[in-house]
């Protein structure tokens, strides 16, 4: 393929039609199909693959039908004069609002939108008290910021947004870890002093929409029992623990989510969880990214 490719490139140069003679509009409506990284890699080609890739008819294809709520989070200089394609390289970096506490971004792929909330955007049960919980800085946090547990009774973590979602099918996960972890002479390495109390009973998850949606499910957070070859597999690795799915038909008007995850049996104490964040994505995008579809 690359030997035709060549070819062709080649052709106008030797008589022959080559890729410089497709019409700018005809390569145009193919990009309509086209991922925007592969369109990003044709535009090297010639010059009218690099006007058809600049093009606003494609790039406002490819970005979602109310990309104007995301542009209203940054003040307007920051978007000034800025072509489609522009736009839509701006919106796939993550957008802080809410104190920086929360972030949305475009899939660089689909251009779908995705969200994410930090420990500090929820509401979470003894946070004030630090003989209950610690924030720890890590790189290993979009937030560079983690919530850790040592120990309590009553866990309860809280959190509620409202954004108007385009429509999708979204799916809410909770990224937690058991254990500390930390870097020492440059390895990581977890501690699980603290870590009691997930294998007992189990956590509960819920979320619910200002259109009367729900969903909940449970999990024990903790193995009880040890794998000989390869230990707890749930201890010392980040974890996205699925909660439910929502279904957003229009952003307008915009959709309210509220979400928790809780443990109040009070009859054991429970410690050593790190709480990092809730992700808000498109149902399917996680199991893509796992097959290698999307990047």
Same mark, same amino acid.
């Given at each position: 393929?690359?030997?035709?490719?060549?070819?062709?490139?080649?052709?106008?140069?030797?008589?022959?039609?080559? +890729?410089?003679? /497709?019409?700018?509009?005809? #390569?145009?409506? %193919?990009?309509?199909?086209?991922? !925007?990284?592969? @369109?990003?890699? *044709?535009?090297?080609?010639?010059?009218?693959?690099?006007?058809?890739?600049?093009?606003?008819?494609?790039?406002?294809?490819?970005?979602?039908?109310?990309?104007?709520?995301?542009?209203?989070?940054?003040?307007?200089?920051?978007?000034?004069?800025?072509?489609?394609?522009?736009?839509?390289?701006?919106?796939?970096?993550?957008?802080?609002?809410?104190?920086?506490?929360?972030?949305?971004?475009?899939?660089?792929?689909?251009?779908?939108?995705?969200?994410?909330?930090?420990?500090?955007?929820?509401?979470?049960?003894?946070?004030?008290?630090?003989?209950?919980?610690?924030?720890?800085?890590?790189?290993?946090?979009?937030?560079?910021?983690?919530?850790? +547990?040592?120990? /309590?009774?009553?866990?309860? #973590?809280?959190? %509620?947004?409202?954004?108007?979602? !385009?429509?999708? @099918?979204?799916? *809410?996960?909770?990224?937690?870890?058991?254990?500390?972890?930390?870097?020492?002479?440059?390895?990581?390495?977890?501690?699980?002093?603290?870590?009691?109390?997930?294998?007992?009973?189990?956590?509960?998850?819920?979320?619910?929409?200002?259109?009367?949606?729900?969903?909940?499910?449970?999990?024990?957070?903790?193995?009880?029992?040890?794998?000989?070859?390869?230990?707890?597999?749930?201890?010392?690795?980040?974890?996205?623990?699925?909660?439910?799915?929502?279904?957003?038909?229009?952003?307008?008007?915009?959709?309210?989510?509220?979400?928790?995850?809780?443990?109040?049996?009070?009859?054991?104490?429970?410690?050593?969880?790190?709480?990092?964040?809730?992700?808000?994505?498109?149902?399917?995008?996680?199991?893509?990214?796992?097959?290698?579809?999307?990047?």
């Amino acid at each position: 393929m690359g030997a035709s490719l060549s070819n062709l490139t080649e052709g106008a140069g030797m008589g022959g039609p080559g +890729l410089g003679d /497709i019409p700018e509009s005809c #390569v145009a409506c %193919v990009f309509m199909y086209l991922t !925007p990284p592969e @369109i990003c890699n *044709l535009a090297r080609l010639n010059r009218a693959f690099r006007g058809a890739a600049s093009s606003d008819s494609v790039w406002e294809n490819k970005l979602p039908s109310n990309y104007q709520d995301l542009l209203h989070i940054l003040p307007p200089d920051r978007y000034l004069n800025f072509s489609k394609k522009d736009i839509f390289a701006l919106l796939s970096r993550p957008l802080p609002f809410d104190d920086g506490h929360k972030e949305v971004w475009l899939d660089r792929v689909t251009g779908r939108v995705c969200m994410s909330i930090s420990a500090k955007g929820m509401a979470i049960t003894g946070i004030e008290d630090r003989r209950y919980w610690t924030w720890v800085p890590t790189e290993e946090s979009r937030f560079h910021e983690v919530a850790y +547990l040592q120990q /309590i009774w009553w866990f309860e #973590v809280d959190g %509620v947004v409202k954004f108007p979602f !385009p429509a999708d @099918i979204y799916t *809410l996960y909770f990224r937690l870890h058991l254990g500390r972890f930390s870097k020492r002479l440059g390895r990581r390495v977890c501690n699980f002093d603290h870590t009691h109390g997930w294998d007992i009973k189990p956590v509960r998850f819920e979320l619910s929409t200002s259109d009367g949606q729900q969903a909940s499910c449970e999990f024990c957070l903790d193995e009880t029992e040890q794998d000989e070859v390869n230990g707890n597999q749930k201890r010392g690795c980040w974890i996205d623990y699925k909660v439910g799915e929502f279904i957003v038909t229009d952003s307008e008007p915009a959709t309210e989510v509220k979400f928790s995850m809780k443990q109040i049996d009070c009859t054991h104490s429970k410690g050593g969880l790190c709480v990092d964040s809730v992700f808000i994505i498109p149902s399917d995008l996680k199991a893509r990214k796992r097959r290698g579809i999307l990047k």
